[in-house]
């Protein structure tokens, strides 16, 4: 089947482009004020709940899902839906216990966090950390298999065009500041959803008639069911002498009881509770306008593996049944079913791919800049810098950070095409997850810890998380107490990265214990906490009770 876009098709597409291009015009015109640096940054006080809310998940779902997770849908299955649906329960820990503190104690950015917690120098460390994470891990990766997708869905022979075509498309609505990127979120999910959905739909019919069941949908999800039992539970198996290098690949990334006991938590708290990139959507309202906000996108949540992960298994039940080619690996899986849709739908998939592409790549450049002009070039820098300045450097900065990310994703120099996109973004954000999310757990909820063990944690988190992943199996081999190490398909023994991450970050926390045991027994910038900021409303009870539920019944369904 013809895999390139009829004119139907790019219509669809354009469409797209210009009702977002016209109303993020129209908000930076009529509702922005374009010279002050925190409405720039951080829209302070202008996004409605339900803005904030799409606003994250446009953010948070782009090619690192719909490429990367379908991809690992196709390998593992439905296991890979724990990032999801863990994010979504750890999304109602993050709206009843953590916005709180933020707003409050009047948090803006995650390096002001740490610096009125502790001091400057820390704040100052995790800014460059944070800056090359996203510069060098999150924004290659989005720019990588987004144009890896829509290259294939265009032809196969775009692949830097497509690359430097949402680079810019993301630098526009940047630029705009954040009450651009909110409202104009609002379309890009609405746009996300409505496309991905017609994508599952579509394609679940076709497995349904490729397979002689009939044409509808749930008949398809029937023969899913059917034809690949295996990829269809939350729990994978850990691997037992003479199992299969497939199987000890998949445990690799998704390591059974060991990802839920720790790992999958401190990974998904700390993305999404000390975060830049998610949490400054929330940080500039009131305190029911982010929590709502917040449990609006864990509703949402729960619907993305529906849209990212069930076409996985829907490709690899094609292929292996004979109906479906790959031209590459399992990272092409999402770009093949694309090529399986009527061509009228294939605009509105390309659409649907792009939205979420073009708006990771705007959340993580304003973020990138948020963090660039406020915490260190405004503090270190150029103490007196005007608002205008600020809101000026903070453009540059959107415009070279994604320059870098092009030239580094131009060749692939990362080695993302091999390492898998999503397992890629996971892995190396696990290195310093453990000393992150350490340092702002205890600085939250634990008085007594000091800055000497925040600086300790943060520099300890990172050397033991390489430690772990890099040389563990070299100094004790591959069976110990703490992990157990397979050998990847380069014949090298592994720790589950997941595993890696949880004996890191415990190992961080009792290292700060015991550096901050030997301070004072109250910090003098301790946070002061009341019950009452935890108290929630009826209505957020509602939504928290309603999200558990449909939880539950995944889980008791799929496990």
């Given at each position: 089947?013809?895999?390139?876009?009829?004119i139907g098709?790019?219509?669809?597409?354009?469409?797209?482009?210009?009702?977002?291009?016209?109303?993020?015009?129209?908000?930076y015109?009529?509702?922005?004020?374009?010279?002050?640096?925190?409405?720039?940054f951080?829209?302070?006080g202008?996004?409605?709940?339900?803005?904030?809310?799409?606003?994250?998940?446009?953010?948070?779902?782009?090619?690192?899902?719909?490429?990367?997770?379908?991809?690992?849908?196709?390998?593992?299955?439905?296991?890979?839906?724990?990032?999801?649906?863990?994010?979504?329960?750890?999304?109602i820990?993050?709206?009843?216990?953590f916005?709180?503190?933020?707003?409050?104690?009047?948090?803006?950015?995650?390096?002001?966090?740490?610096?009125?917690?502790?001091?400057?120098?820390?704040?100052?460390?995790?800014?460059?950390?944070?800056?090359?994470l996203?510069?060098?891990?999150n924004?290659?990766s989005i720019?990588y298999?987004?144009?890896?997708?829509?290259?294939?869905?265009i032809g196969?022979?775009?692949?830097?065009?497509?690359?430097?075509?949402l680079?810019?498309?993301?630098?526009?609505?940047?630029?705009?500041?954040?009450?651009?990127?909110?409202?104009?979120d609002?379309?890009?999910?609405?746009?996300?959803?409505?496309g991905?959905?017609?994508?599952?739909?579509?394609?679940?019919?076709?497995?349904?008639?490729?397979?002689?069941?009939?044409?509808?949908?749930?008949?398809?999800?029937?023969?899913?069911?059917r034809?690949?039992?295996?990829?269809?539970?939350?729990?994978?198996?850990?691997?037992?002498?003479?199992?299969?290098?497939?199987?000890?690949?998949?445990?690799l990334i998704?390591?059974?009881?060991?990802?839920?006991?720790?790992?999958?938590?401190?990974s998904?708290?700390?993305?999404?509770g000390?975060?830049?990139y998610?949490?400054?959507?929330?940080?500039?309202?009131?305190?029911?306008t982010?929590?709502?906000?917040i449990?609006?996108?864990?509703l949402?949540?729960?619907?993305?593996?529906v849209?990212?992960?069930?076409?996985?298994i829907?490709a690899?039940?094609?292929?292996k049944?004979?109906?479906?080619?790959l031209?590459?690996?399992?990272?092409?899986?999402?770009?093949?079913i694309?090529?399986?849709?009527?061509?009228?739908?294939?605009?509105?998939?390309?659409?649907?791919?792009?939205?979420a592409?073009?708006?990771?790549?705007?959340?993580?450049?304003n973020?990138?800049?948020?963090?660039?002009?406020?915490?260190?070039?405004?503090?270190?820098?150029?103490?007196?810098?005007?608002?205008?300045?600020?809101?000026?450097?903070?453009?540059i900065?959107?415009?070279?950070?994604?320059?870098?990310?092009?030239?580094?994703?131009?060749?692939?120099?990362l080695?993302?095409g091999?390492?898998?996109g999503?397992?890629?973004?996971?892995?190396y954000t696990?290195?310093?997850?453990?000393?992150?999310?350490?340092?702002f757990?205890?600085?939250?909820?634990?008085?007594?810890?000091n800055?000497?063990?925040?600086?300790?944690?943060?520099?300890?988190?990172?050397?033991?998380?390489?430690?772990?992943?890099?040389?563990?199996?070299k100094?004790?081999?591959?069976?110990?107490?703490?992990?157990?190490?397979?050998?990847?398909?380069?014949?090298?023994?592994?720790?589950?990265?997941f595993i890696?991450?949880?004996w890191?970050?415990?190992?961080?926390?009792?290292v700060?214990?015991g550096?901050?045991?030997?301070?004072?027994r109250?910090?003098?910038?301790?946070?002061?906490l009341?019950?009452?900021?935890?108290?929630?409303?009826?209505?957020?009870?509602v939504?928290?009770?309603?999200?558990?539920?449909?939880l539950?019944?995944?889980?008791?369904?799929?496990?």
């Amino acid at each position: 089947m013809n895999s390139k876009l009829s004119i139907g098709g790019i219509g669809v597409f354009v469409i797209y482009f210009i009702i977002v291009a016209l109303y993020g015009y129209y908000v930076y015109k009529k509702k922005s004020k374009v010279n002050d640096s925190k409405n720039f940054f951080l829209a302070e006080g202008s996004l409605t709940w339900w803005a904030i809310g799409a606003s994250i998940i446009a953010s948070n779902i782009s090619a690192e899902q719909f490429i990367g997770m379908s991809g690992e849908g196709f390998f593992a299955g439905i296991a890979v839906a724990v990032y999801e649906w863990l994010g979504a329960a750890v999304l109602i820990l993050v709206a009843v216990f953590f916005m709180p503190v933020y707003i409050k104690n009047k948090i803006y950015t995650m390096p002001q966090f740490l610096k009125n917690r502790y001091n400057g120098s820390v704040a100052l460390i995790m800014s460059v950390f944070w800056i090359f994470l996203y510069v060098f891990i999150n924004l290659t990766s989005i720019l990588y298999l987004g144009a890896l997708a829509i290259n294939g869905l265009i032809g196969g022979d775009y692949f830097h065009i497509v690359m430097i075509c949402l680079a810019v498309f993301a630098i526009i609505i940047t630029l705009g500041g954040m009450r651009v990127i909110g409202y104009t979120d609002v379309i890009q999910v609405g746009v996300l959803i409505i496309g991905g959905l017609a994508t599952t739909y579509m394609t679940l019919t076709i497995v349904g008639e490729k397979f002689g069941v009939g044409s509808e949908a749930i008949a398809g999800f029937k023969v899913l069911l059917r034809e690949a039992p295996e990829h269809f539970h939350l729990m994978l198996a850990k691997p037992k002498p003479g199992a299969s290098q497939v199987d000890i690949n998949k445990y690799l990334i998704l390591p059974a009881v060991g990802m839920y006991a720790a790992g999958q938590w401190i990974s998904n708290l700390n993305y999404w509770g000390c975060n830049q990139y998610i949490t400054q959507r929330a940080l500039g309202a009131d305190l029911q306008t982010a929590r709502t906000g917040i449990l609006f996108a864990s509703l949402l949540k729960i619907l993305m593996p529906v849209i990212v992960m069930l076409p996985g298994i829907i490709a690899y039940v094609l292929y292996k049944g004979g109906h479906l080619q790959l031209t590459g690996g399992k990272d092409s899986a999402y770009s093949a079913i694309l090529s399986l849709l009527p061509p009228e739908l294939k605009g509105l998939a390309a659409a649907a791919l792009t939205a979420a592409i073009v708006a990771s790549l705007a959340g993580k450049c304003n973020s990138i800049s948020t963090i660039f002009t406020l915490d260190i070039y405004k503090k270190h820098i150029n103490i007196q810098s005007s608002e205008q300045r600020m809101v000026w450097t903070g453009r540059i900065a959107i415009v070279i950070s994604m320059v870098v990310a092009v030239l580094f994703t131009w060749n692939d120099l990362l080695g993302i095409g091999r390492a898998g996109g999503y397992t890629f973004v996971q892995k190396y954000t696990s290195y310093i997850s453990p000393g992150v999310f350490a340092t702002f757990i205890l600085g939250m909820f634990w008085k007594r810890t000091n800055s000497i063990a925040a600086f300790t944690g943060i520099i300890f988190g990172f050397l033991i998380s390489v430690f772990f992943n890099e040389f563990a199996v070299k100094v004790f081999g591959p069976e110990t107490i703490l992990y157990t190490a397979f050998p990847n398909m380069d014949g090298i023994y592994e720790i589950p990265f997941f595993i890696c991450l949880s004996w890191s970050f415990i190992i961080t926390v009792l290292v700060m214990v015991g550096t901050s045991i030997l301070g004072p027994r109250i910090n003098p910038k301790a946070f002061e906490l009341d019950a009452q900021m935890f108290k929630l409303k009826p209505s957020s009870i509602v939504l928290i009770v309603s999200i558990m539920l449909l939880l539950i019944a995944i889980y008791a369904r799929f496990w």
